[in-house]
């Protein structure tokens, strides 16, 4: 090869490097989930070596197959009320089911379907016991129960919205959740107990703005027939139940009968006195009379007992406990101050039926355990589990006239 032909090539060689590539393969980067599938194997299998081994919990329960209950809703005369909505995994029953009464006491008196906010209420309610804390220095109860006469409380002050505007649901939240909203203002309010940091407004400043994180601000205006309404508005023109109408009944031993008294129940954290209480026959018979005039009622108690149970979907007192016919007065009240029954569930009476001489009720729940049934969101109590376990009711004053007079003498 001549000379100057070999320096011409070598030149090209040395400088193809430099020249754009041609058909050259181009990786791309993308993003994946790292997964180590051997790992998560071996992780498993140390976890499963090292893990006790449980046992499942057993609890007494009643045989309900010998129960001859109503078989369906359909069985009970009904009145209106919103379809049952559950509470997901908060202490919210006072609320939804006190929220319940008086949406279908709104339809009872105005034939008009409302469905109003229940975490609206329960945001204020929270606001009003953080204060009450501070106020007592610590001394004051901070749960998430309460009582059925909150609900009106709470609106007499801050009014009420409708639920589409308010559901205290984050954006893809199916269920409520408030255990990590609980924690957090408990928490707070021990580190503000420790440090003797008792400045009201600072507290209620902070807990509201937790309640904001977790549920959202409440609105301070809702729309409504066109026109822009205050939560105060709201209850006024668009609610309009006259709130001084409802009476709280309970039946005690330990207070004085046809005298009011507060209800000593660690959810009546405000400690209310304002319950009427009457011996145990007339409690009952107001239940009877007010299902039977059209109303539904508001009620609570106990809901541990054997003869309660979410898959039946039942609630009656079984004859190894105490026979029906020997409830009275001191059998209650013995199950009250021994602690076995408790005030642990609030709930709406939203129907009745009589079935071999008992009187039964269909009961709008927003627990759990209602749902895992053949009639989700509905309970059939038995009259004996009411008399022997329910402690307290809300009704309109216009069904115990009669027995409100007993007071005013």
């Known amino acids: 090869m001549p000379r100057i032909i070999f320096r011409a090539a070598l030149c090209l060689c040395l400088a193809s490097p430099l020249l754009p590539a041609q058909g050259v393969r181009k990786d791309r980067a993308v993003f994946d989930t790292t997964k180590s599938e051997f790992y998560e194997k071996m992780s498993a299998a140390s976890r499963a070596f090292e893990a006790k081994e449980t046992v499942p919990r057993r609890t007494l329960k009643m045989d309900f197959s010998g129960v001859a209950a ?8 009904q009145y209106w009320h919103n379809p049952p909505v559950s509470q997901g995994l908060s ?31 329960v945001y204020w309610e929270y606001v009003e016991k953080a204060r009450r804390f501070v106020r007592e220095r610590g001394n004051s109860e901070f749960g998430e129960g309460s009582e059925s006469n909150a609900v009106p409380r709470i609106w ?15 954006p893809g939240q199916k269920f409520h959740d408030h255990g990590p909203l609980f924690t957090e203002m408990r928490n707070y309010l021990q580190s503000v107990k420790s440090q003797n940091a008792w400045n009201e407004e600072e507290v ?3 807990i509201r703005q937790i309640l904001d994180h977790y549920l959202g601000a409440p609105p301070a205006a809702v729309l409504a027939g066109g026109e822009s309404l205050t939560p105060q508005e709201y209850l006024k023109k668009v609610v309009r139940l006259n709130l001084d109408d409802y009476v709280e009944f309970m039946s005690l031993m330990e207070k004085p009968y046809y005298a009011m008294a507060e209800y000593p129940a660690g959810d009546n954290w405000w400690h209310n006195g304002d319950y009427y209480n009457v011996p145990l026959e007339e409690f009952m018979a107001l239940i ?8 539904t009622l508001c009620i609570g108690g106990d809901t541990s007992e054997p003869g309660i149970d979410g898959h039946a979907g039942l609630a009656v007192i079984p004859s190894f406990d105490i026979p029906s016919n020997a409830i009275d007065e001191n059998a209650r009240q013995f199950r009250f101050s021994n602690g ?7 709930i709406h009476v939203v129907g009745y039926a009589e079935k071999e001489g008992k009187d039964w009720y269909l009961i709008k729940d927003s627990g759990s355990g209602s749902r895992n049934n053949s009639h989700p969101g509905y309970y059939f109590y038995r009259e004996d589990y009411v008399k022997l376990k329910m402690l307290t009711f809300t009704l309109h004053r216009e069904v115990a006239e009669d ?3 007993k007071f005013r003498k």
């Open 204 to 206: 209620a400043g902070t």
């Open 91 to 121: 202490g919210m029953c006072w609320c939804f089911s006190a929220t319940s009464y008086f949406e279908s006491e709104v339809y009872r008196l105005t034939k008009r379907s409302l469905k109003l906010s229940e975490l609206y209420t």
């Open 70 to 77: 109503p078989a369906s809703p359909s069985e009970f005369t």
């Open 340 to 346: 076995t029954t408790g005030d642990d569930h609030g």
């Open 288 to 295: 009877r009379k007010a299902v039977r005039s059209g109303h």
């Open 403 to 405: 027995i409100l007079a």
């Open 156 to 170: 007499k002050k801050y009014g009420i919205v409708p639920e589409e505007d308010y559901t205290g649901l984050r």
